[in-house]
């Protein structure tokens, strides 16, 4: 059998140039029992809409689409004004929670130490001031070299990280 015309129809069906009544005849051949193995790949394409005609849509369809659609209700909760403040009670506990924790620590670390803060009980401990002197500009002078090395680092650090406006300062 020739299958050159409904060739040339699905030629003209894939640039959208058939009619209507050239595609019920596509859909038609299709239908048949008889395909060649070589338009067997477009059977599906053109049966495809007779059968979801027989199939249908089902009975429970319309049920399932409005259960999808429709919202849940939600019922209203009254909230209090202790209720709206408890995430601010929480956290100013936790706050206060914080400061005892720090204030106890300090006091355990400090408890040893006794200050005394009345200058008048001060004594002097060197006997020669040139060399109180020497040992206080010693400890001055390794403070200092102390520091420049901090600050010669915290440079180093913000030159490495891309810090180049702490440099101008």
């Known amino acids: 059998m020739d299958y050159k015309y409904i060739e040339q129809l699905l030629e003209r069906y894939w640039q959208c140039e058939t009619s209507l009544e050239e595609e019920s005849e596509l859909r038609a051949f299709f239908s048949k029992g008889e395909i060649p193995a ?6 599906d394409l053109f049966v495809y809409q007779q059968v979801q005609r027989e199939t249908g849509l089902g009975e429970d369809f319309d049920a399932r689409i409005l259960a999808q659609v429709e919202p849940p209700v939600v019922k209203a909760r009254r909230l209090t004004l ?79 990280l891309g810090g180049v406006d702490m440099i101008n300062e």
């Open 38 to 43: 070589h338009l067997l790949q477009y059977r």
């Open 82 to 160: 202790v209720g709206r403040f408890m995430p601010l009670f929480k956290a100013a506990a936790v706050v206060a929670f914080m400061l005892s924790l720090g204030s106890v620590a300090q006091h355990t670390f400090f408890a040893n130490e006794t200050l005394d803060y009345n200058y008048d009980t001060y004594t002097d401990t060197y006997d020669d001031p040139e060399v109180a002197y020497k040992q206080v500009s010693s400890a001055l002078m390794m403070l200092s070299e102390g520091i420049n090395k901090s600050q010669d680092q915290n440079l180093a650090d913000s030159v490495r």
